[in-house]
DNA sequence: TCTGGGGTCCTAGGACCC
DNA sequence: TCTGGGGTCCTAGGACCC
């Protein structure tokens, strides 16, 4: 029988932040989105001040001053690293490991002959090198490893580890749980699940199979029968290929001016392409788009486009003269925008392409290739967007996301290390 | 001043083809 | 009275995840 693993860090990027700043220890942290929006991660301080996920920071400054919680902007480059960490001891100890997140990763324990043992060594060892503490959940299906690891987080008694398979009352885990918090189950399905008068998670798992089929597709189905101890979610051994790629951002400004708006365009086409080569693919085609702020009393706008590329590439400028094309059909006069993105869609790998007639000639190919190698190679070395091209934005823009709060990159770069005294 | 960024999958309906 | 049936592809919209 197959036994998954779910090992999940706790309040993720809260932990990371904490582990160079020892004095916050027993203080509220909060880290906040992209642009200081709103706050994505609290350490168990914070939550119990009552604060969200999701909420509005500029809701919840009074409280941050009150009980002087500790208030970061994400700093990814450091949350990547600590986890690229973490991921490697897991796959140092664990017969097989699927990363499913920068926080999360499923183990398949199956065949294991003492699964919780080795859970409870990985957990100390990941604690030990690391500093981040996990919990692990163990079951017979990845939706009831999720309720496992759910459990043995809130459960300070079961030291992190918590297995399904050895309890002796199974539903109890679902009876304890709210339909909406089950993995796959979202505020939607919540709500109209509530509705008909579900409750629980066991609740949903004992509703007729075809009820759930019909109203929440086969999606949901699959959902119910992970619940039931079916397996319908498989362990994934090497991450899928991207279908698509997305660089977007939110504006500190909102932003009218359609030059500027070009400049972001320009830019996060730059980067999207990056992403792109890093994974030696290739886009058949661009989407762009640029939004008006949600709410607020003002005209909305949500232009996009989709301009189809004659040939796949990964080639920059190509891109870039795509996505300014996108953003002529999607831009409309006379709104302020607060966002914008470049999407890369149809993907497929660079390696084994077919000639088309359509297409460059391969040297020309080949040399489009050499150029962008050596312009990521640069750029790999001396930080990104040492060169850009020179309709990309300057990084003095005042429209720039704001990161008033951002914690040093004490593990990525030399001039933030951290100094001992 | 004012709510992130980056993904995936499913379904229904229309266009088109034979 | 009475206009098929089946397949594919594309798109928009909706739902979910972290």
Redesign the pocket.
């Known amino acids: 029988m197959a036994l998954f693993g779910l090992v999940d860090c706790n309040n993720f990027y809260a932990s990371c932040e904490r582990l160079f700043r020892p004095e916050l220890k027993s203080r509220p942290v909060v880290v906040l989105?992209?642009?200081d929006?709103?706050v994505?991660a609290r350490s168990a301080e914070a939550k119990a001040l009552g604060i969200p996920m999701?909420a509005?920071a500029?809701q919840w400054e009074h409280v941050f001053r009150q009980h002087q919680v500790a208030v970061f902007s994400s700093n990814y480059a450091l949350y990547g690293d600590l986890s690229s960490r973490v991921m490697s001891i897991l796959a140092d100890m664990a017969p097989r490991v699927e990363v499913?997140?920068?926080?999360?990763a499923f183990l398949d324990l199956t065949g294991v002959a003492d699964p919780v043992a080795l859970c409870r060594e990985i957990r100390a060892r990941v604690t030990q090198w690391t500093g981040i503490p996990v919990s692990i959940g163990l079951a017979r299906t990845k939706a009831l490893a999720?309720a496992a690891n759910r459990r043995a987080k809130k459960n300070p008694a079961l030291g992190g580890v918590y297995d399904h398979t050895a309890e002796a009352d199974p539903e109890a885990l679902l009876a304890d749980m709210e339909a909406g918090e089950?993995?796959?189950?979202?505020?939607?399905?919540?709500k109209r699940l509530w509705a008909r008068g579900v409750r629980t998670a066991l609740d949903f798992a004992r509703l007729p199979r075809d009820w759930v089929k019909k109203e929440m597709?086969?999606?949901g189905l699959a959902t119910q029968l992970e619940l039931q101890g079916i397996s319908c979610v498989h362990f994934e051994r090497a991450p899928?290929p991207?279908?698509?790629?997305?660089?977007?951002?939110?504006f500190a400004?909102?932003v009218e001016d359609k030059a500027q708006l070009r400049e972001a365009v320009c830019s996060f086409a730059t980067r999207v392409g990056e992403?792109l080569r890093r994974e030696n693919a290739e886009a058949s085609a661009v989407q762009v788009f640029v939004s008006t702020?949600r709410?607020r009393d003002v005209p909305q706008h949500n232009g996009q486009a989709?301009i189809t590329l004659p040939a796949p590439t990964a080639h920059t400028p190509e891109i870039i003269e795509a996505a300014l094309r996108g953003l002529d059909q999607a831009y409309a006069e006379g709104h302020g925008y607060?966002?914008a993105?470049v999407?890369l869609l149809g993907l497929t790998p660079a390696t084994g392409r077919q000639n088309s007639l359509l297409d460059l000639p391969p040297e020309e190919r080949q040399r489009q290739r050499t150029l962008m190698a050596a312009l990521d190679g640069v750029n790999r070395r001396f930080g990104r967007g040492a060169l850009r091209f020179a309709l990309a934005s300057a990084p003095d823009r005042p429209w720039h996301?704001r990161q008033m709060r951002r914690s040093p990159r004490y593990t990525t770069s030399w001039a933030d290390l951290l100094k001992v005294r």
Do not use: F
Not at 183 to 190: A, L, M, N, T, V
Not at 242 to 250: E, K, M, P, T
């Open positions: 989105s992209n642009n929006g709103c994505i999701a509005p500029y499913y997140s920068i926080d999360e999720k089950v993995w796959g189950i979202g505020p939607r399905h919540q597709s086969v999606v899928a991207h279908r698509s790629l997305l660089c977007s951002r939110s400004t909102l992403k702020p709410h989709v607060q966002k993105g999407m996301m």
